[in-house]
T-cell receptor, first 114, second 113 residues
C-alpha cells in the first residue's frame, strides 16, 4: 500500500528550538508539499517542491525552511520555533506523470511549541 | 484567483439518511477536483478524484459529481452511518496546469446513531 509517512504524530518543543519535521513517500512522486492546518483558517501551503533540490515558497513561508535532498524525503524546518507555530502539519505528495494526479497525504504531525 | 467554498460548514443527520455536501469554485477552468475525508487529529484521506472531462465518480456509497460550467461539485453519501462522521474537504487544481490544489474549508459531518 503506497503511503506518505510523517515521522512523528505528536511533538512538543520549546520556544527557540530548531525543529525538523520529516516526510517520506514511497510512490516515487515528483511533487511534495507541506501544509499547516489551523481551526478557522483551513489548510495553508507553506512550501512545496517539484523535484530534488528544488523548493518554492507557498502562501506562508515565513519562519520555515525546507530541504529535499532525495526524491522521497521532504523536510520542514522551523529555524527557531515560536508559540504561533503550534499547529497540525500535513505533508502531501503527487505526480504529474500519472493519470491520478491527485494528492496523497500523510497522517499529520501535531506540533505544540511551549 | 481560484477560491473554493463549502456549504454547509457543519451538518448533523440521523443514521440512514442520504445526504449531499456542496463545493463551489470561482473559476471553472479546472484540471481536476478531489474530495477528502479528515477524522479529528488525523491526516486527509482521498475519497474520489474527478478529472475535468468527467461528470461523476463513484466509490461504494459515495458519488461525486462535477459541473464545471457552474463551478460546482457535490458529494453524495448514501445510507449514512456513524462511521461517516468526519470533516469532508474538496480541493480543485487550477486549469493552468499549476501543480497546487486549492482547498475548501470543509464540511463537518455528524451522523447520529
Amino acid at each position: 500500500d503506497v503511503k506518505v509517512t510523517q515521522s512523528s504524530r505528536y511533538l512538543v518543543k520549546r520556544t527557540g528550538e530548531k525543529v525538523f519535521l520529516e516526510c517520506v513517500q514511497d510512490m516515487d512522486h515528483e511533487n511534495m508539499f507541506w501544509y499547516r492546518q489551523d481551526p478557522g483558517l483551513g489548510l495553508r501551503l507553506i512550501y512545496f517542491s517539484y523535484d530534488v533540490k528544488m523548493k518554492e515558497k507557498g502562501d506562508i513561508p515565513e519562519g520555515y525552511s525546507v530541504s529535499r535532498e532525495k526524491k522521497e524525503r521532504f523536510s520542514l524546518i522551523l529555524e527557531s520555533a515560536s508559540t504561533n507555530q503550534t499547529s497540525m502539519y500535513l505533508c502531501a505528495s503527487s505526480s504529474p506523470l500519472t493519470v491520478w494526479y491527485g494528492y496523497t497525504f500523510g497522517s499529520g504531525t501535531r506540533l505544540t511549541v511551549v | 484567483k481560484q477560491e473554493v467554498t463549502q456549504i454547509p460548514a457543519a451538518l448533523s443527520v440521523p443514521e440512514g439518511e442520504n445526504l449531499v455536501l456542496n463545493c463551489s469554485f470561482t473559476d471553472s477552468a479546472i484540471y481536476n477536483l478531489q474530495w477528502f475525508r479528515q477524522d479529528p487529529g488525523k491526516g486527509l484521506t482521498s475519497l474520489l478524484l474527478i478529472q475535468s472531462s468527467q461528470r461523476e465518480q463513484t466509490s461504494g456509497r459515495l458519488n461525486a459529481s462535477l459541473d464545471k460550467s457552474s463551478g460546482r461539485s457535490t458529494l453524495y453519501i448514501a445510507a449514512s452511518q456513524p462511521g461517516d462522521s468526519a470533516t469532508y474537504l474538496c480541493a480543485v487544481r487550477p486549469g493552468n496546469y499549476g501543480q497546487n490544489f486549492v482547498f475548501g474549508p470543509g464540511t463537518r459531518l455528524s451522523v447520529l446513531p
